[in-house]
């Protein structure tokens, strides 16, 4: 069975080229355009992986990752943050809000599938 | 004198000016050295901001120039694989053997290594939108802040506009209000210059 992901991104050129690179790696992809957008896709889904921009419209990636910690279903699902940001102290926000890993864009296909092997459970 | 702060007049061209005009119209000296004072610290936050949209630019430019620079390259090699995909194929057909067929696999590494190049540039996209939108707000910020300030520019040479003090602490206020709006609604969120991948951390 394949594994599910779900990748939020205000850009649609993000969303298509992560969702491409997780689809060489068997997930399926589902997408949102920013947090609520992504949190409305939530609904009772199976979910193996959550891949979050940060600066997004409506929602930010901090507020999502916060409303899915604080839902049971998905306290334990890895939420890697990919974003332009680099600062340490927001690093430690998107610690503090529940994220696996921080990825800085842009993202290398490959090394975004290492980190993934990482911490999705085989 | 122009209607554009960028060329606020300096403090050597007007300060002769404004204390001739100020014995004659009776302003004080403090409130004189107070407008200096402002028009000076108003023309150092536009001349930085500006500085800081064109550094903007020019990182917008590196970030593109190297976006272009890598696709062409990905769909160069791209190109010349499909065509020694078809060559190497026709010869499958004729004459299968191993050696063919590894070299179709060679192939296909080679063109999956090229669509992750390919993956990693085309996220410039991403970040020429986050830059620009950077520079938007600040645009949006400096025009506001142009508007309010450009009382202190008036069209007539030779006549310093006559603000009282409780309208030159209105304009420093602004102008605090307006440092502060830059610094942080402005704040930046793309430093990279170039498409290089970013850093990975695991919590």
């Given at each position: 069975m394949s594994k599910t992901a779900l990748i939020v991104d205000d850009s649609a050129t993000m969303r298509e080229m992560v969702s491409y690179t997780l689809k060489q790696a068997g997930f399926e992809p589902l997408t949102g355009a920013n947090g609520q957008d992504g949190l409305d896709k939530l609904t009772g889904q199976q979910l193996d992986l959550i891949i979050t921009d940060l600066?997004?419209?409506?929602?930010d990636g901090l507020s999502f990752i916060k409303a899915v910690r604080a839902r049971d279903e998905y306290k334990f699902v890895p939420i890697l943050m990919l974003t332009t940001e680099s600062q340490v102290e927001m690093k430690a926000q998107g610690k503090a809000a529940g994220a696996t890993g921080w990825l800085v864009k842009p993202f290398n296909p490959e090394m975004l599938l290492q980190v993934i092997g990482k911490v999705v459970p085989k | 004198m122009s209607d554009n702060p960028a060329s606020l007049p300096t403090p050597e061209m007007d300060a002769a000016k404004l204390e001739a005009i100020a014995d004659y119209i009776g302003l004080t000296q403090e409130a004189l050295e107070r407008l200096q004072s402002l028009r000076d610290q108003v023309q150092v936050t536009l001349s930085d901001e500006f500085n800081v949209v064109t550094a903007d630019l020019t990182q917008l430019r590196r970030l593109l120039s190297d976006a272009a620079e890598k696709l062409s390259g990905t769909f160069r090699v791209v190109t010349a694989s499909s065509e020694d995909m078809r060559n190497t194929i026709s010869l499958v057909n004729d004459t299968p053997d191993f050696s063919v067929l590894a070299r179709i696999r060679e192939i296909a590494v080679e063109m999956t290594s090229t669509t992750g190049t390919t993956i990693q540039s085309l996220q410039f996209e991403d970040m020429a939108t986050q830059l620009l939108q950077h520079i938007d707000r600040k645009l949006a910020v400096l025009a506001r802040h142009a508007k309010d300030m450009?009382?202190?520019?008036?069209?007539?040479?030779?006549v310093p506009p006559l603000l009282r003090a409780h309208q030159l602490d209105d304009l420093f206020a602004k102008l605090e209000g307006y440092r502060d709006e830059l610094t942080?609604?402005?704040?930046?969120v793309v430093q990279q210059e170039s498409l290089e991948s970013g850093d990975i951390e695991l919590f």
């Open positions: 600066n997004m419209p409506v929602m | 450009a009382v202190l520019n008036p069209t007539t040479a030779c942080i609604a402005t704040r930046k």
